[in-house]
């Protein structure tokens, strides 16, 4: 929907549930890092990981843990803002700019904690973690309203028209079991094998407001789209620690591609039956292949990492991070990215740390339009900062920041001529006329991606976490 | 002899008592751990500190340690000492010396293009100041011919400069000319530094398009096929989906074996191109920059200094106006102070990509002679036209003229989207002409001779040939207009000041008929008198007249001279270029660049490509004009500096618009730590004629206060008002846009508009630096440059603000990493031009959100190792 003078739209919602962006409703937003020390190092954790949540990025991380007995726990609160707008032309009907028409800020709380063991025996020093946590969230939010361009019911026509939203909640949770064994000074190696249970629930709604229903003697049916999911499996993931000297280390992780058990339905229909996407078409345009869904898949993922610990008048640390996500194993129409991260730990006066860090993620989106699918690769550089203290001796707090910003196109989410019907519910617009007789304005039809939305979106995540060791 | 045995005993002693205390920047963990009375923890903590903080300088540092208390340190004070010991080696402790001036240089390194890697190099491995040619002290930042001419005169009598002190005891020197020069080079014996060197450099900068090249790219390619739908990809922005092009990054790579062997690589991915990731061998070295380069004295039949490049070079002489390969122009570029040009043959790993050389060059200097060869062949842009009107812009088309693209589409993806346009716009308005990559051959061969009969005065003479595959041909009259502009409806756009495009060069003329070559030749001459230098340059591109006569051909010329006192500088430049003096490698002084106010820049939206606007967007060569300008700066008091004052008053050859611009900056330091300043800049074109509609003023004041604080900090306040007094756009107040149908009254234009910034530079200590910074304004129409901390921003639009931080972390001696952060948010002026166009028709319209937000993340790390 949304054309120029017609429609306008909202707003701010507030919520109180952990989410992400509906860029990623069915695919789920993966997530990567929960602990806020790596996190104010740009998740640069690779190789310099000491906290026990770091162990998510690579397992081998659970030796750089002091021995003993201790515990993680962590939470996170971030607002997503959604800034949605569409072309503007100017007088030569040349694109010239954007207009926002609608805004949507959520805000979002999670979880997460473990707890951890470790001892050396011998030239060996032996580690092993229990952690729940999320893995990836499908919780998301929007809400934007259809409107006239009028300004009272008083002419006939329905200040609001319809009431759009998308609610989608639910995500895969990990209960991971992480062991990991340091040989001397010379390295480490670690295993995970994470149970990964969860489920997702998207609801999508037009739902016709009193006064359309009215004017339209209650004739309009309200859609509502539904996607319900359940999943199962296991994740495993391998890492490896290199204590190269006292100032370097390097790491290496990988986790193998893995297919989770899904069941559920879409709209009433089998989620194995229900199709996701199309893949690949024949030269006629015929669909040949497609992904359902049923079909979820963690890519495979590789990390190369190192850790620096230079001679510095502040005590130092400077990670660095390059990762490989095979995003062609989820979707054969996404292409294999490439993230980096980097980041630096400066204990100034009075042993507090200043961290800060810098990293670039790749994700995609999907969008289809009269059969043919689109995939847009958006990257987001993120900016984060962060701090922490030692109290009551054991016990640490880590707090961190991130920022992220995004730009990309995308379709309407809700495509304009549901409202109009060919003219069939011209009745709920202010229409105007030229000296022929024929409706000069509004001109509504659905924006394909000649006229796609420019989508803004604007990240900022609190970490904290406590961490003790006993 | 009781008091010496006595003496000798107790120097015995007291050894002996240091001997037996632990040294806590030698011992070892297990000594530390067994030999004193510490815990384990404190041991380790003591030896962590050393290993990974500092080697201790004093014992009270211990207290430095969180688990070391101040009886711990009473305890252990009789029991340990502390030696000098400093494990940095010689290049190390040298860079740590030096780390502001290198700090400095890479703040400036966009202004100065790929320079600020040379001088790192001297800074590090500095050369011997008493066997040092001319240019190679030229060559130094901030060093004037007169200040050569010191050092040189007094090397040249068999004097040798023995000291710092001693350089400025030279006659002649100005201090700044010596206190710049000190870190650059040695005197006696060279300092002990390694010989091998390597440089890292990584940049990401996701910093969006310029706000010009932006509207370049958003302009409607089928503007005038009416009736066409309103589709966003009707502009190359739309096409191309602009708004997602990745950031750039840029790889840089260099290689020194002391200052004779010399090697380096860049590989640099502008906005919206292909990551490094995706490249392969091939696109990485085509795409990509290199050299290896040899430099050294040779005792061959005397003393010659021989530099052999290959790969990719820089090749600059005289004043430019020959030969300067550069993409970048900066106007006003005197050759003096930051505005230096390193003249003679450098490796080229700079950004510059249209301009770059590719190939083999030889500089060989030997005693008063110096002479350098160069050859070239290279691959470059250019505009091609569909000049054999088969409707397609293929390999037959003749070139118009050399492009530095803002975004290096390939050719198979402008081609596409030149058919997307063509299936809506009807025959009338197809595109005919286009950039193209690598669409000409270029092969030059080019020299520089240059002989210097005393110190302080040289003649030389520069010359190159660049030889092409393709035909340069500058259509004659109306078929100019037609190919350029998209409908007739702006022929009347064309103006006088377009003569810079029709006296572009051709390679077919009446004249000389069919050639495959363009050719430049020069001389350039310095001398200097007393605290005078007097220098300059003459070329000429050859036409139709011999090539070794002078005034028969287009010339351009450049005489400038330069007086130096203690506290005063003179600097007087006066230049004359013709109009059809067409070297693509002219690079000299100018107050604007080629193609300024021409049908490339102001008649975008008309244009048959709105690529074309790149032509002048980045424009490298100086525009047509005849001038002189004098600069001064001039130390009052040492509370109160005239730190420049500048005039420039010249005319443009297009049009023989007059014009007039000055500056002064001042400066009142009352104390050290307080410093105001002010700044005024008055500017009028077409001053020489009152009653000229296309007169216009413009000036603009800035008050700033500074204040250093403790630790280097800094607090900086500023403000800055700019009044812009312009001719009246008729175009916006009256249709149609024709001189005498306006149907209304007109008047002058006055906007003005002021902005205030605060920055903020907090230092943790001398490895942690953080800036943080506000600005907002009301631009009203007028504009801004400001300056943040290593960069520029141009700011404009309505009303705006934009805040920034940068961290600047030194992590090792060796490692550098700069993290830059800005948001900014403003409003556009889209809403004030839809109501004027009115649209939408009922002038009701909901879109209010029509502000612009950047988010720009810059990141930069350094490693030398």
Redesign the interface.
């Known amino acids: 929907m949304k054309r120029?003078?017609f429609i306008?739209t909202l707003i701010t919602i507030i919520s109180g549930l952990y989410s992400y962006s509906i860029l990623e409703k069915e695919t789920g937003n993966f997530i990567g890092n929960l602990d806020p020390h790596s996190t104010a190092m740009g998740s640069a954790v690779g190789a310099g990981g000491f906290r026990l949540l770091d162990s998510m990025v690579n397992p081998a991380n659970l030796t750089s843990l002091e021995n003993g007995f201790g515990f993680q726990g962590t939470g996170g609160f971030l607002i997503d803002s959604d800034?949605r707008?569409l072309?503007?032309?100017?007088?030569?009907?040349?694109?010239?700019?954007?207009?926002?028409?609608a805004?949507n800020v959520n805000t979002f709380a999670d979880f997460a904690g473990g707890i951890y063991y470790k001892r050396a025996i011998s030239d060996f020093e032996l580690a092993a973690s229990l952690q729940y946590r999320p893995q990836v969230s499908f919780k998301a939010n929007y809400f934007e309203q259809v409107r006239n361009?009028w300004n009272s019911n008083d002419n006939g026509y329905p200040l609001k028209i319809a009431q759009n939203s998308i609610e989608s909640k639910g995500g895969i949770n990990a209960f991971a079991y992480q062991t990991a064994f340091k040989y001397k000074n010379i390295g480490s190696l670690g295993l995970e094998v994470a149970q990964l249970t969860g489920d997702s629930e998207m609801e999508s709604s037009v739902i016709w407001t009193p006064e359309a229903q009215d004017i339209m003697n209650d004739t309009l049916n309200d859609t509502i789209n539904t996607l319900e999911r359940e999943f199962s499996g296991f994740r495993f993931k391998v890492g490896m620690n290199f204590h190269l000297s006292?100032r370097f280390d390097l790491s290496l992780s990988i986790a193998p591609d893995m297919k989770l058990d899904v069941t559920g339905d879409k709209d009433g229909v089998d989620v194995e039956t229900a199709v996701f996407v199309y893949t690949k078409f024949d030269s006629m345009g015929t669909a040949l292949d497609s992904l359902t869904y049923a079909q979820y898949i963690f890519p495979m993922n590789a990390r190369i990492g190192f850790s620096?610990?230079?001679?510095?008048?502040?005590?130092?640390v400077?990670n660095c991070d390059v990762e490989y996500i095979k995003w062609s194993d989820t979707n054969p129409l996404y292409e294999d990215a490439?993230n980096c991260f980097?980041g630096?730990e400066?204990i100034?006066k009075n042993?507090i740390p200043?961290r800060?860090?810098?990293n670039?993620t790749t994700s995609y989106g999907l969008h289809e339009d009269s059969g043919f699918v689109f995939v847009?690769?958006?990257?987001t550089?993120t900016?984060t900062a962060g701090t922490g203290f030692t109290f009551l001796e054991k016990f640490t707090f880590d707090i961190s920041l991130e920022?992220s910003?995004r730009?990309?196109?995308t379709l309407d989410l809700f495509m304009d001529n549901y409202y109009w019907r060919d003219g069939e519910y011209e009745d709920l617009w202010n229409l105007?006329y030229d000296e022929n007789g024929n409706i000069d304005?509004p001109i509504i039809q659905d924006r394909g991606?000649?006229?796609?939305d420019?989508v803004?979106e604007?990240f900022i995540n609190l970490k904290s976490a406590i961490s003790f060791t006993w | 002899m009781k008091k010496l045995l006595f003496i000798s005993l107790l120097i015995m002693l007291i050894i002996s008592i240091a001997k037996a205390k632990i040294d806590l920047n030698t011992v070892t963990l297990h000594e530390l751990k067994t030999q004193l009375p510490i815990t384990e923890k404190q041991a380790g903590d003591i030896y962590d500190y050393r290993?990974?903080?500092?080697f201790f300088q004093s014992i009270y540092q211990l207290r430095e340690i969180?688990s070391i208390d101040q009886k711990t340190l009473n305890l252990l004070k009789p029991l340990v000492s502390i030696s000098h010991f400093d494990e940095k080696d010689e290049s190390a402790k040298r860079r740590d010396d030096i780390y502001y001036l290198i700090e400095r240089l890479g703040s400036s390194e966009g202004l100065q293009e790929g320079m600020s890697d040379i001088w790192e190099d001297y800074l590090i491995s500095p050369r011997n100041i008493n066997k040092l040619a001319f240019s190679d002290i030229l060559n130094f930042p901030n060093t004037s011919p007169l200040d050569v001419a010191a050092i040189l005169n007094r090397v040249a009598v068999g004097d040798s400069i023995s000291s710092y002190r001693d350089l400025r005891k030279s006659p002649g020197i100005s201090y700044y000319g010596a206190k710049n020069l000190q870190h650059y080079v040695y005197y006696k014996e060279q300092p002990d530094v390694r010989d091998l060197y390597f440089d890292y450099q990584m940049k990401?900068n996701?910093s969006p398009y310029g706000d010009t090249e932006k509207e370049m790219y958003?302009?409607?390619m089928i503007?005038y096929a009416y009736g066409?739908?309103?589709?966003?990809?009707?502009?190359y922005?739309?096409y191309f989906?602009m708004?997602?092009d990745?950031?750039s990054m840029m790889n840089k790579l260099r290689m020194r074996y002391k200052n004779q062997f010399k090697a380096g690589f860049i590989y640099e991915t502008p906005k919206g191109s292909t990551?490094i990731?995706d490249s392969n061998s091939k696109t990485l070295f085509e795409d990509g920059k290199y050299y290896v380069g040899y430099e050294n004295n040779l005792e061959l039949l005397g003393d010659n200094f021989i530099k052999v490049y290959a790969g990719n070079f820089r090749a600059t002489f005289g004043e430019g106006l020959v030969m300067e390969n550069t993409d970048s122009y900066s106007p006003r570029k005197t050759g003096y102070g930051f505005n230096k040009r390193i003249t003679g043959i450098i490796g080229d790993i700079s950004r510059t990509q249209e301009y770059a050389l590719r190939g083999i060059a030889l500089d060989w200097k030997r005693n008063n002679m110096n002479a350098v060869f160069f050859l070239s062949s290279d691959k470059k842009d250019a505009v091609v036209y569909d000049s054999n009107e088969n409707g397609e812009l293929d390999d037959d088309d003749y070139i118009l003229g050399y492009i530095n693209m803002t975004n290096r589409f390939s050719n198979d993806e402008l081609g596409e989207a030149e058919t997307f346009f063509n299936e809506y716009a009807g025959n009338q308005n197809q595109v005919r002409i286009a950039p193209r990559l690598d669409a000409l051959q270029e092969d030059i061969i080019g020299s520089h001779f240059e002989y210097s009969p005393f110190i302080g005065t040289h003649i030389g003479f520069t010359g190159y040939e660049a030889r092409y595959d393709r035909e340069f041909v500058v259509p004659e009259g109306d078929e100019l207009k037609e190919i350029l502009i998209a409908d007739d409806y702006h022929f009347n756009k064309w103006k006088i000041t377009d003569n810079e495009i029709t006296n572009m060069y051709s390679t077919i003329s009446d004249d000389y008929g069919d050639r495959d070559y363009r050719r430049v030749v020069g001389f350039d001459w310095r001398t200097v008198l007393n605290n005078t230098s007097i220098q300059g340059e003459y070329a000429e591109l050859e036409k139709d007249g011999s090539l070794g006569k002078i005034g028969d051909d287009p010339s351009a010329l450049l005489i400038s001279s330069y007086t130096q006192y203690d506290n005063l500088y003179l600097l007087t430049i006066y230049r004359d270029y013709d109009l059809d003096f067409d070297n693509p490698y002219h690079r000299s002084f100018s107050e604007s660049e080629r193609y300024d106010d021409t049908v490339f820049e102001k008649l975008t939206?008309g244009l048959n490509n709105t690529l074309l606007n790149d032509m002048y967007n980045n424009s490298a060569q100086p525009s047509a004009e005849k001038g002189v300008y004098f600069e001064t700066r001039y130390q009052f008091h040492t509370m109160l500096t005239l730190t420049k004052a500048y005039l420039d008053i010249w005319e443009r050859k297009s049009d023989a618009r007059r014009g007039v611009r000055a500056e002064v900056k001042l400066e009142f330091k009352p104390i050290h730590q307080l410093r105001f300043r002010i700044r005024h800049k008055h500017q009028v074109k077409r001053y020489d004629d009152e009653m000229e509609r296309g007169k216009s003023q413009a000036d603009e004041t800035e008050l700033k206060f500074i204040t250093y604080l403790s630790n280097y900090d800094k607090l900086q306040l500023g403000y800055i008002y700019a009044r812009v007094l312009q001719p009246p756009y008729l175009s916006i107040l009256s249709n149609p846009a024709e001189p005498g149908a306006a149907d209304m009254a007109q008047a002058q234009t006055l906007t003005d508009g002021d902005m205030i910034y605060l920055d903020y530079t907090h230092n943790?200590?001398?490895?942690?630096k953080v800036i943080g910074a506000f600005a907002m304004w009301y631009a009203n129409g007028a504009s801004f440059w400001d300056f943040e901390d290593i960069e520029l921003d141009f700011d404009h639009s309505d009303r705006g603000f934009k805040t920034w931080l940068n961290?600047h972390?030194?992590?090792?001696?060796n490692?550098y990493?700069s993290?830059k952060?800005k948001y900014k948010q403003f409003l556009?002026r889209?809403l004030e031009?839809?109501d004027y166009?009115e649209?939408?028709?009922?002038g009701?319209?909901?879109?209010q959100?029509?502000e612009?937000?950047e988010?720009i993340?810059r990141?930069q790390?350094d490693w030398k190792f």
Request: proline share 6%.
């Open positions: 120029a003078f306008i800034n707008s072309p503007m032309y100017n007088s030569f009907d040349a694109y010239s700019g954007d207009a926002v028409y805004s361009n006292p620096y610990k230079p001679r510095n008048i502040m005590r130092t400077m490439i980097i630096v400066h100034l042993s200043f800060f860090g810098f670039y847009n690769e958006i990257t550089p900016f920022y910003n730009q990309y196109e105007h304005s991606w000649e006229n796609p420019t803004n604007t | 290993f990974y903080n500092s969180k990401y996701d958003l302009e409607s503007r066409s739908p309103a589709i966003k990809n009707k502009s922005w739309g989906n708004e997602s990745r950031a990551p990731f939206y943790f200590n001398k490895n942690l961290i972390s030194r992590i090792a001696n490692v990493l993290l952060y556009t889209e031009f839809r166009n649209i939408p028709e009922e009701e319209y909901y879109f959100r029509v612009r937000e988010n993340v990141l790390l």
